[in-house]
């Protein structure tokens, strides 16, 4: 046997790296990553918060917050509801195209109409730059369309609070109505539909139904009507009782009573006239 065959055989072969080792060697490369993403972002939201602050925008007042993903995203908010969100979403692309954030205007949940367009910013570029970039190409539009979302929003909310009123009374006046099993708990006080049936009970425990026929309502979102006013199993005599009241020119009943008359007053004389010559 030569050196080299002796060699050979002192040497052993290394266990393979167990799996449990691997996984652990994995999350923790990740985690070290994480943590790198958001401590860039963190310095780049304080960093972009402090130059809009600086160049008044809005008033001032603008902070940010981090958001806990494996990429670069975070939101610079306002205390007027404004907000800007900034996302690395072209990291596959090669070179500065995969070092950008793109930028976006933040709405109410109220508001589904148009948006402004996103603008992208450098990563590596400077704060000064990148807030003016966003200042410039972003924030007229924005400023625009928050103010339209803003109306939108109020509109909305005075129209929940109105159809919330609107279902309280007609529950005083049915209590059998009740809101769709499928509606969520916190939108079944502003809910829309409405149902009712012979199936549901009086608070006492007695059996007599609360409605002697099922139906349903759909308001209008205003809740100034309701669209749709469906009644089923209707007995006639309820029927004749109903269409009484929707009757826009009912027929007068009732029996003519006598009244009192005023004292007789005499007829005035006839007015004199002059004749002129």
């Given amino acids: 046997m030569n050196v080299a065959e002796q060699a050979a055989e002192a040497v052993e072969p290394q266990p393979a790296p167990e799996p449990d080792r691997l996984v652990q060697a994995w999350a923790e490369r990740r985690e070290v990553e994480r943590r790198e993403t958001h401590e860039l972002a963190d310095r780049l939201g304080r960093a972009l918060a ?19 993903m494996c990429f670069v995203s975070l939101t610079l908010e306002h205390p007027s509801g404004m907000s800007l969100s900034l996302v690395h ?26 948006r ?25 539009d924005y400023q625009q369309t928050y103010a339209v979302a803003q109306d ?7 129209e929940t609070h109105d159809r919330r009123a609107l279902n309280r009374g007609m529950r005083a006046v049915l209590p059998a109505l009740q809101a769709a099993s499928w509606d969520q708990p916190h939108d079944a006080e502003a809910r829309k539909q409405s149902y009712w049936s012979t199936e549901q009970y009086r608070p006492d425990g007695s059996t007599a139904p609360r409605a ?4 349903s309502v759909r308001l209008a979102d205003h809740a100034e009507s309701a669209e749709v006013l469906k009644l089923t199993d209707v007995p006639k005599d309820l029927l004749l009782q109903i269409l009484a009241l929707v009757n826009g020119q009912p027929v007068l009943e009732g ?10 007053r005499p007829e005035l004389p006839p007015a004199p006239q002059v004749i002129r010559l």
């Fill in 116 to 140: 402004t367009e996103p603008v992208t910013i450098g990563i590596d570029t400077s704060p000064l730059y990148q807030a003016r970039h966003i200042i410039r190409r972003l924030l007229p």
């Fill in 50 to 68: 402090v130059e809009l602050n600086d160049q008044r925008v809005e008033g001032g007042s603008w902070r940010h917050q981090v958001a806990p």
């Fill in 152 to 158: 939108v929003r109020r509109r909305v909310q005075q």
């Fill in 212 to 215: 002697r026929c099922t139906g």
């Fill in 89 to 114: 979403e072209g990291s596959h692309r090669k070179g500065a195209a995969g070092r950008r954030l793109t930028v976006r205007g933040g709405y109410p949940s109220e508001y589904i109409g148009w």
């Fill in 255 to 264: 029996r003519v009573m006598p009244r009192e008359l005023g004292r007789h």
